[in-house]
């Protein structure tokens, strides 16, 4: 049985955190989806980090989610930046090339700083 | 561990289960292992007692893209071993120090003959899990193209 994903959405100065839970496949789609809208639905945003809780797993599917999420994000203008990936995860998003579209950081702190700096 | 917690053998009897676990082999594999590769030939089904094990295929020779991960005890994989041409769709790599069941082809195959209603349930059970995985890789497709739709808007 396919477990639905949790997702908070938390503002931190300009950028918009979105903690998502669990393992993210084909059928994460519509929980990100949906918060992807929610982030919107909040006034002009510009700046997205996707924090993975608890080391995620993701698979092809969930790949192929985050790829739909980064491809609006580009359309839309906006930046997004990736962080709590496992390093076999931050290497398969280097050999797939989703970093070519997105920032992958180590660490939180790491992220908001250098998302903050970016105008 | 009961096998029953696999759904490859699901509803068998205790006794159909018993003939299978006096032919299953325990085996331990430790972390970055590789079990099998995809395109060899499949003539073992595993049973996950404890660990995790990582499906994987193969892109363009240059990267595997994750397909599963299997933590679940009962997890169970390597079912191509049951179906022709007995090859292995994907490569499994252990991504915990595990503990599995291992399983011959040919065991399960002469116990599949000596009993036909255990071979029938053995194959719904594959059929009901590959439509289930057909599912989620139409699933897959689906976003792709609704990406690739979006883009051409702009």
Not at chain 1, 84 to 102: A, E, N, P, Y
Not at chain 2, 12 to 22: D, V
Not at chain 2, 39 to 44: E, F, K, L, T, V
Request: hydrophobic share 35%.
């Amino acid at each position: 049985m396919q477990q639905k994903n949790e997702i908070k959405l938390e503002r931190q100065n300009d950028t918009i955190l979105l903690h998502i839970h669990g393992d993210i496949t084909a059928h994460s789609e519509p929980f990100i989806n949906e918060a992807y809208k929610e982030l919107n639905d909040q006034g002009t945003v510009q700046k997205i980090l996707i924090q993975f809780e608890e080391e995620a797993y993701i698979n092809s599917g969930g790949i192929a989610v985050l790829i739909q999420i980064i491809a609006q994000t580009h359309k839309n203008n906006q930046q997004i930046g990736i962080t709590g990936l496992s390093d076999h995860f931050k290497k398969i998003f280097r050999m797939v090339g989703t970093t070519k579209f997105t920032n992958t950081y180590n660490r939180l702190e790491d992220a908001l700083e250098s998302m903050s700096q970016d105008k | 561990m009961p096998l029953s917690s696999s759904f490859l053998f699901k509803g068998l009897s205790e006794s159909q289960l018993q003939r299978i676990t006096a032919v299953a082999k325990e085996i331990r594999i430790q972390k970055g292992q590789w079990l099998f590769q995809e395109g060899n030939a499949a003539d073992r089904v595993y049973v996950l007692k404890d660990g995790a094990v990582e499906l994987l295929t193969r892109v363009n020779g240059e990267y595997e893209l994750p397909i599963k991960i299997i933590r679940s005890k009962g997890g169970c994989f390597g079912i191509s071993a049951l179906v022709p041409p007995y090859q292995y769709s994907l490569t499994s790599k252990c991504a915990e120090d595990s503990t599995l069941l291992e399983i011959q082809r040919r065991d399960l195959q002469k116990l599949t003959q000596e009993d036909s209603a255990l071979g029938c349930a053995i194959m719904t059970s594959i059929a009901q899990h590959l439509l289930g995985r057909l599912k989620e890789t139409r699933q897959e497709l689906k976003i792709h193209f609704k990406t690739l739709f979006r883009s051409m808007d702009t």
